[in-house]
Nanobody, 124 residues
Framework: QVQLVESGGGLVQAGGSLRLSCATS????????MAWFRQAPGKGREFVAA????????RYADSVKDRFTCSRDNTKNTVYLQMNGLKPEDTAVYFC?????????????????WGQGTQVTVSS
């Protein structure tokens, strides 16, 4: 079992930055590939970014590429999402997720564990 707790969300103006954190705990948490998804009101949960268990591989949705950076510190059991150049369309609840695999995936249904989410609101 793996527990995930997100933090760092909030209200920011367009063009601003936020850093989300996802604290992980439980069995072999550092062995999991991790990802961030987001869900805007009335929309489905969409892939944002993923990182392999050792941080060696990352992947991003086209909509956030060159603006968001996903990283992890396995000594602190924490995964991060640095978000720069935020846009109103980035407004959503952001979730972190864990997938017991050596490789990353953007497929939502392949993730085994989810956090409760943190709200990000970007004003224009």
């Amino acid at each position: 079992q793996v527990q995930l707790v997100e933090s760092g969300g909030g209200l920011v103006q367009a063009g601003g930055s936020l850093r989300l954190s996802c604290a992980t705990s439980g069995r072999s948490a550092s062995s999991y590939a991790m990802a961030w998804f987001r869900q805007a009101p009335g929309k489905g949960r969409e892939f944002v970014a993923a990182i392999s268990w050792n941080g060696g591989t990352t992947r991003y949705a086209d909509s956030v590429k060159d603006r968001f950076t996903c990283s992890r510190d396995n000594t602190k059991n924490t995964v991060y999402l640095q978000m720069n150049g935020l846009k109103p369309e980035d407004t959503a609840v952001y979730f972190c997720a864990a997938h017991f695999s050596l490789v990353t995936t953007a497929i939502r249904d392949e993730y085994d564990y989810w956090g409760q989410g943190t709200q990000v609101t970007v004003s224009s």
